[in-house]
């Protein structure tokens, strides 16, 4: 199969992460991932209304340019590549949707004082 494009970020909270870990990564390659994301993630909480939309309108552009190159990548496959394409991405979203409901357990074991953060992940707008 022809290269799939990269996936942007899901939610400007997303987006901001992964900034700041590969921002982080650079400075300290010592420090555990899992600590850079939650100190993102308490910097995230902190951050006030007006940057979150300039992080969303970041975003804004890459879901654009994602749709375009996605549409022109699955309009290229013939019938059977776009059969195998369809199953692989089937058993990747599942994996992934198994992946993160792992996740969403394991944080609400871990933190319950988190909740107000737990829809963010999806792109949901209401952490603005």
Do not use: C
């Not at 992460?17 to 390659?29: C, N, Q």
């Not at 059969?83 to 992934?96: H, I, P, V």
């Amino acid at each position: 199969l022809r290269r799939e494009p990269f996936e942007p970020a899901r939610s400007h909270k997303q987006l901001f992460i992964t900034d700041y870990v590969k921002k982080h990564r650079r400075k300290d390659k010592k420090t555990p991932e899992a600590k850079l994301v939650a100190a993102a993630k308490d910097i995230w909480r902190e951050t006030d209304k007006k940057d979150k939309k300039k992080w969303l309108k970041m975003l804004e552009p890459q879901r654009q340019r994602y749709i375009e190159a996605y549409t022109i990548f699955v309009r290229g496959l013939n019938k059977e590549e776009l059969e195998l394409y369809t199953d692989m991405k089937a058993r990747r979203d599942a994996e992934e949707e198994a992946r993160r409901a792992n996740e969403s357990e394991d944080s609400e074991e871990s933190s319950s004082d988190d909740d107000s953060d737990s829809d963010s992940e999806t792109g949901s707008d209401s952490d603005l």
